[in-house]
T-cell receptor, first 114, second 108 residues
Framework: EPEVTQTPSHQVTQMGQEVILRCVPI?????FYWYRQILGQKVEFLVS????????KSEIFDDQFSVERPDGSNFTLKIRSTKLEDSAMYFC????????????FGPGTRLTVL | AQRVTQPEKLLSVFKGAPVELKCNYS??????LFWYVQYSRQRLQLLLR??SRESIKGFTADLNKGETSFHLKKPFAQEEDSAMYYC??????????FGGGTRVLVKP
């Protein structure tokens, strides 16, 4: 069964550094998402992406964040200058069609900012 | 704005006992509700969606628009049901809004 994959599983970085989190959505999916979960808190929506552009973003998704689908298979989340409060699990998700179907989630990347 | 509330952070039950996980939502439109499960060290997996009215792994959930609830139930809990359970609402635009999650611990 096809799955969403994410790399790396764990990323440790220094505050102020740039990080890129990578996701490979399910191959025929069209809608892509990033969520994050700070330890002990809710899973929060960051951004959705469709047809090569951002379709919606949350207040969390400020200018430090960007997303890209560089090659038709990867879907990346870049944080330009990480802050301590960016430490969280970051989940990628995808779905083939809009509508009442659940999104398929990747295993997550744990980002630790020191 | 939409909101999902799961009032219980932890539910501990004995094997064979019934379990009910509460989920309440607020949303001005017509909601689509889901339950996701996350087993230890695994990814979030879709368990149920209200539109399907299905039973998966013995779990059922009914959308009650009057009470704005989507509680998850299983009549006889099994040890393998121990996991984190998240209720989620899909609003316009496809993004999911999650509740805080309920950890279920099924004791032998």
């Amino acid at each position: 069964e096809p799955e969403v994959t994410q790399t790396p599983s764990h990323q440790v970085t220094q505050m102020g550094q740039e990080v890129i989190l990578r996701c490979v959505p399910i191959s025929n999916h069209l809608y892509f998402y990033w969520y994050r979960q700070i330890l002990g808190q809710k899973v929060e929506f960051l951004v959705s992406f469709y047809n090569n552009e951002i379709s919606e973003k949350s207040e969390i998704f400020d200018d430090q964040f960007s997303v890209e689908r560089p090659d038709g298979s990867n879907f990346t989340l870049k944080i330009r200058s990480t802050k301590l409060e960016d430490s969280a699990m970051y989940f990628c998700a995808s779905i083939g069609l809009a509508g009442p179907l659940g999104q398929f989630f990747g295993p997550g990347t744990r980002l630790t900012v020191l | 704005a939409q909101r999902v509330t799961q009032p219980e952070k932890l539910l501990s039950v004995f094997k064979g006992a019934p379990v009910e996980l509460k989920c309440n939502y607020s949303y001005s439109g017509s909601p689509e509700l889901f339950w996701y499960v996350q087993y230890s060290r695994q990814r979030l997996q879709l368990l149920l969606r209200h539109i399907s009215r299905e039973s998966i792994k013995g779990f059922t959930a009914d959308l009650n628009k009057g009470e704005t609830s989507f509680h998850l139930k299983k009549p006889f809990a099994q040890e393998e049901d121990s996991a984190m359970y998240y209720c989620a609402l899909r609003a316009a635009g496809n993004k999911l809004t999650f509740g805080g999650g309920t950890r279920v611990l099924v004791k032998p």
